[in-house]
């Protein structure tokens, strides 16, 4: 998805001519300040007073997401069945259990059924915004608020993205991004954590950086420094991510020129129905996501010639039922560290199955994605919509 060339190397010249690749130093020794600069430019593009960004990628901010938010052993996160499996492992890394939740037809987090899969012990809810659509941010957060939950958003596959007008990220507590190679924007691996909220902040940073007690900045910290890990980024990813984040917007704004296109032409075709978008405006996606009767629809429209479409239930890592780790519970390389075998976490939800959650399952096996390209002309654009209406005419 994500473009990049001339503007990046350039980036990359300046910091590598400076000699200084760590991203803490002094401006007047000639120090670039690259991920300095890339998270005061992300923090305001997403409308949020902080950004912290980290070498681990996206998992590594929904990690010190959840370190920011306090959650631990004893909490439980409420997850969605259909996303990355690293939403459900940030949760273990945390000493924390993952629950899982039903998607709807939106493919998002189904609000209903988060709040019925609250208990006493939940503390944090992770809604995800999967292939750039967006989780319904609204009742999400009506029902923690309720229920006093954290909110915590995966937008890792949905950088820059917005829900009503409002930047994914700044919905929460707090927000995930990633920049790996599947990514809206990308330096390869990478992801940023974005939050209003300053002690979160604080948390993140010094657990994400094991020299916290060393640095300057420690002065000016409210919270007492306490060991993290060691997550920095170093100042050739900063350079990247600001060449990358001036380009955000432009992909997106291409990207939503092609979906203006496919909504416009194959709305109301017969056959085909779009799934449920959450924010009214369809302004959201890397796909266009269609949704049938029945998975023998699904598969034969996605197979027909040119459409090139993609079951989520064929993803495999995105489906939880695949998520075999976790489902039998091998965590952390060392029994002790095992939050499965946490005494805090005794009393805890932790019986998983294949079949858990088998609306999940049926809604990623009756829904097929079209994937979008920012760099498609209008013809190229013509002939998806073609083949898409010659498809459902087979139907
Ligand atoms: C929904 C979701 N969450 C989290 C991640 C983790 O991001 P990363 O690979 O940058 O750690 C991904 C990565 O693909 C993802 O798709």
Redesign the pocket.
């Known amino acids: 998805m994500y473009r990049i060339g001339e503007d990046e190397l350039k980036e990359l010249e300046k910091v590598i001519k400076s000699g200084k690749l760590f991203r803490v130093g002094n401006k007047d020794a000639g120090h670039t300040l690259a991920v300095e600069t890339f998270e005061r430019e992300l923090a305001e593009k997403i409308g949020v007073k902080y950004a912290l960004c980290l070498s681990?990628?996206?998992?590594?901010a929904?990690i010190c997401g959840l370190v920011g938010l306090g959650i631990g052993p004893g909490d439980e996160v409420i997850v969605p069945a259909y996303?990355?499996m690293?939403?459900a492992l940030a949760v273990l890394a945390v000493g924390a259990i993952p629950v899982l939740a039903e998607v709807d037809e939106s493919l998002m987090m189904d609000p209903i059924d988060l709040e019925k899969k609250i208990s006493a012990s939940t503390r944090a809810v992770i809604p995800?915004h999967?292939v750039g659509l967006s989780a319904d941010m609204e009742k999400i957060n009506q029902v923690a608020k309720k229920h006093g939950l954290k909110v915590l958003e995966?937008a890792?596959?949905a950088d820059g993205v917005s829900f009503k007008g409002k930047r994914l990220g700044s919905w929460g507590d707090a927000g995930?991004f990633?920049?790996?190679f599947?990514?809206i924007i990308s330096c390869g691996?990478?992801?940023a954590l974005v939050t209003e909220n300053r002690q979160v902040y604080e948390r993140a940073l010094v657990y994400h950086d094991g020299g916290a007690s060393f640095r300057p900045y420690k002065e000016d910290l409210e919270i007492e420094v306490f060991i993290g890990v060691q997550l920095r980024a170093s100042e050739i990813m900063g350079a990247v991510l600001k060449a990358q984040l001036r380009r955000m917007d432009g992909i997106l704004e291409d990207l939503g020129k092609v979906r203006r296109q496919m909504l416009d032409e194959l709305g109301g075709v017969p056959g085909l129905r779009f799934a449920k978008y959450n924010d009214p405006a369809k302004d959201q996606g890397t796909v266009i996501p269609f949704i049938f009767d029945s998975e023998k629809q699904a598969r034969k429209f996605a197979g027909s010639e040119g459409v090139r479409g993609w079951l989520p239930i064929d993803t495999g890592r995105?489906i939880y039922s695949n998520w075999e780790p976790i489902l039998e519970k091998r965590v952390g390389g060392h029994p002790l560290r095992n939050p499965f075998n946490h005494p805090a976490n005794k009393s805890l939800r932790t019986e998983y199955s294949k079949e858990m959650c088998p609306v999940t399952l049926d809604i990623c096996s009756r829904t097929v994605f079209v994937s979008l390209y920012p760099d498609w002309t209008r013809e190229n654009v013509a002939t998806v919509i073609e083949n898409c209406r010659k498809a459902a005419k087979t139907l």
């Open positions: 681990g990628g996206g998992t590594s929904l996303t990355f690293a939403t995800v999967m995966d890792c596959q995930a990633s920049f790996n599947y990514k691996d990478g992801g995105h």
